[in-house]
């Protein structure tokens, strides 16, 4: 029987689920009640969301602080002003910060399964990471200015607020060699490889679990990084001060770029504040673009800025000379991978270009991307100049979704 995969730092569970038609004779341990164990956490969560004017019970029936966010959204108490908002998202946090680690029950055979930890395949290795999740006071605009239109932005005090990112460090978390950034470093592999990430959750602010959930790699249920209430498998809440080990395989149909993103307790308010970054998998020995960069179309709204309005940004920066400023030289393969980071559908122009579209048959230079859905931008590079590239929902754009492109000679 493999070992289930356990955070460092805690003990291995003694715990072994048992589906309730299936007590073994003389087992006098009651099976696990999951209206109980909700009842249970419903106590626990009563103080912290008091007043919030939602449903507890409806709360932890769908497994988490992410659920309350959504129900209070849905039931109208965020609110239209920036106090009411803040009022419903510090519930939400409240709720968030109360949450344990489930208790596992099974109510279906498959809850009890274990899994192997995958290999590399003959001919791939295993491409390790370590990344540590904090929280850290942003800027989406440093600069203070917007150059495209050559104007001034709100002050810093109003551009500032606590947003949470994705650090990644040395070998066995040794030290820093990046700043936290939003989005997250960019996961590489071939096919045939692994990804081995070391998650650390450091964050000392929010008191929160995290995870991180892939997109399009293979992985077993206890590497999916996704909190599911009392079904919650073991790398699916990542509490402060643990660490987790996910390994993800890069399969033939991995090919592609694709993000990952928290799925823990509170994965839409922790999403929105920045935790979500990209992988990229090639076929085995592919050839990488010249010029290869990632591109978050996303968006810091009032439930985390506390702002009256919503900031379109890219990479965490909103407004041309605080965005992005992206550079190639003429003859080289370019390749733009857009990401879609929040609820809206965005578009994707850059002035003087035009590509295939993902099919590779129809010409393109608005392709249309949606949430966490990718599309790229590749060609041969031609056009020197200084270039804009922006969402061309108007709207967006405006608000701060835009960016230079800068192509020098060969």
Not at 158 to 180: C, D, H, N, T, V
Not at 391 to 398: A, G, L, T, Y
């Amino acid at each position: 029987m493999e070992e289930e995969p356990r955070e460092r730092g805690t003990e291995p569970s003694r715990e072994v689920p048992i589906a309730r038609d299936e007590i073994p004779a003389g087992d006098r341990r009651p099976p696990a009640d999951p209206r109980a164990e909700l009842a249970r956490l419903d106590d626990e969560l009563g103080a912290a969301t008091s007043g919030a004017g939602f449903d507890r019970r409806r709360f932890l029936a769908l497994g988490g602080a992410g659920a309350l966010f959504c129900n209070l959204a849905a039931t109208g108490n965020l609110g239209s002003d920036s106090k009411t908002t803040a009022k419903a998202v510090a519930a939400a946090d409240r709720a968030a910060s109360k949450v344990k680690r489930p208790k596992r029950i099974a109510l279906d055979p498959r809850d009890r399964d274990r899994y192997p930890t995958p290999q590399p395949q003959p001919g791939g290795t295993a491409r390790e990471y370590w990344i540590q999740a904090r929280s850290l006071m942003w800027d989406w605009a440093p600069t203070g200015r917007d150059e495209w239109m050559n104007a001034p932005i709100p002050k810093k005090r109003k551009r500032l607020f606590r947003g949470f990112a994705y650090q990644l460090f040395s070998p066995g978390f040794a030290e820093p060699i990046a700043p936290a950034s939003i989005p997250g470093p960019t996961l590489h592999a071939e096919v045939g490889d692994t990804l081995v990430v070391h998650l650390r959750n450091g964050d000392t602010h929010f008191n929160q679990a995290i995870t991180m959930h892939p997109h399009g790699v293979k992985y077993n249920p206890d590497y999916d990084g996704s909190y599911f209430g009392p079904f919650t498998r073991v790398g699916g809440f990542i509490a402060p001060g643990e660490e987790f080990t996910y390994t993800w395989e890069a399969t033939p149909d991995s090919v592609g770029v694709w993000p990952y993103h928290d799925h823990g307790p509170n994965h839409t308010l922790n999403s929105f504040r920045g935790l979500f970054g990209a992988i990229v998998i090639r076929e085995r020995g592919a050839k990488a673009p010249d010029v290869e960069e990632i591109v978050w179309f996303h968006s810091f709204g009032p439930e985390v800025t506390g702002q009256n309005r919503l900031i379109h940004c890219i990479n965490g920066r909103a407004y041309a000379g605080n965005t992005p400023t992206f550079r190639a030289k003429v003859g080289q393969d370019v390749a733009f991978h857009v990401i879609g980071g929040n609820n809206d559908f965005h578009t994707f122009h850059i002035h003087g270009h035009r590509w295939k579209d993902s099919g590779g048959v129809v010409n393109t230079d608005t392709p249309t991307v949606g949430p966490f859905e990718t599309i790229t931008a590749r060609f041969h590079e031609d056009n020197p100049g200084r270039w804009m590239y922006h969402c061309h929902v108007m709207s967006h754009q405006d608000a701060g979704m835009a960016g230079w492109y800068i192509v020098d000679p060969a």
